[in-house]
């Protein structure tokens, strides 16, 4: 069976649109885990965390904390990512758990604290935001258990997006604020 040209040129122009719609988006980011003791423990939390797609490189050295983790927000999730070091293999009997260190330098001014919570509040089915210091606007997030949804591609649960694009955008689409995601080993300046 033969496709006329217009078809198959149309097809192709197709598959090259939709490829097109989701351009990569890397980062290394930062994720702080407790209860990891040992080598064998990041061996464990790598080899859980490597089985999520696109993920590309895990450093870690137990005595330090945090790991630092490669992937493409377009195609895995921040909370993908934390749930697949909740799921690794526990080596002293405590689970594992990822967080984020979240800064928003003028939360405390004016009215921002009010927009900010809610903002935060939008996500309270996937994440928890704790207040480490007002003032600063300096915050821990914690990542609740991951509902997949089975008949969704892409990224599933909380992406950094959620917050940083409501926060940083400027107005109308978002506060104008700076906010960042703490980042070891490198300096990375808030986005404002």
Same mark, same amino acid.
């Given at each position: 069976?033969?496709?006329?040209?217009?078809?198959?040129?149309?097809?192709?122009?197709?598959?090259?649109?939709?490829?097109?719609?989701?351009?990569?988006?890397?980062?290394?980011?930062?994720?702080?885990?407790? !209860?990891?003791?040992?080598?064998?423990?990041?061996?464990?939390?790598?080899?859980?965390?490597?089985?999520?797609?696109?993920? #590309?490189?895990?450093?870690?050295?137990?005595?330090?904390?945090?790991?630092?983790?490669?992937?493409?927000?377009?195609?895995?999730?921040?909370?993908?990512?934390?749930?697949?070091?909740?799921?690794?293999?526990?080596?002293?009997?405590?689970?594992?758990?990822? #967080?984020?260190?979240?800064?928003?330098?003028?939360?405390?001014?004016?009215? !921002?604290?009010?927009?900010?919570?809610?903002?935060?509040?939008?996500?309270?089915?996937?994440? #928890?935001?704790? #207040?480490?210091?007002?003032?600063?606007?300096?915050?821990?997030?914690?990542?609740?258990?991951?509902?997949? !949804?089975?008949?969704?591609?892409?990224?599933?649960?909380?992406?950094?997006?959620?917050?940083?694009?409501?926060?940083?955008?400027?107005?109308?689409?978002?506060?104008?604020?700076?906010?960042?995601?703490?980042?070891?080993?490198?300096?990375?300046?808030?986005?404002?």
């Amino acid at each position: 069976m033969k496709l006329p040209l217009a078809l198959f040129l149309g097809l192709g122009l197709a598959i090259q649109l939709s490829a097109a719609e989701v351009k990569p988006h890397p980062v290394t980011a930062t994720f702080y885990i407790s !209860n990891v003791q040992c080598s064998t423990c990041v061996e464990s939390i790598a080899e859980s965390v490597k089985k999520v797609k696109s993920v #590309t490189d895990f450093k870690m050295d137990p005595a330090q904390g945090y790991a630092l983790i490669s992937f493409d927000t377009h195609v895995s999730s921040y909370h993908q990512i934390a749930q697949s070091v909740a799921d690794a293999s526990p080596v002293h009997g405590d689970k594992y758990e990822a #967080t984020l260190k979240l800064s928003v330098p003028d939360y405390a001014k004016g009215d !921002n604290a009010a927009k900010i919570d809610a903002v935060f509040a939008k996500q309270k089915a996937d994440v #928890t935001v704790r #207040t480490v210091n007002k003032e600063k606007g300096e915050f821990v997030l914690h990542f609740l258990p991951l509902k997949i !949804n089975p008949k969704k591609e892409g990224p599933q649960g909380f992406n950094a997006g959620k917050f940083g694009h409501p926060i940083h955008d400027p107005a109308p689409k978002g506060l104008g604020l700076a906010f960042a995601i703490k980042r070891e080993g490198a300096k990375a300046a808030p986005k404002k």
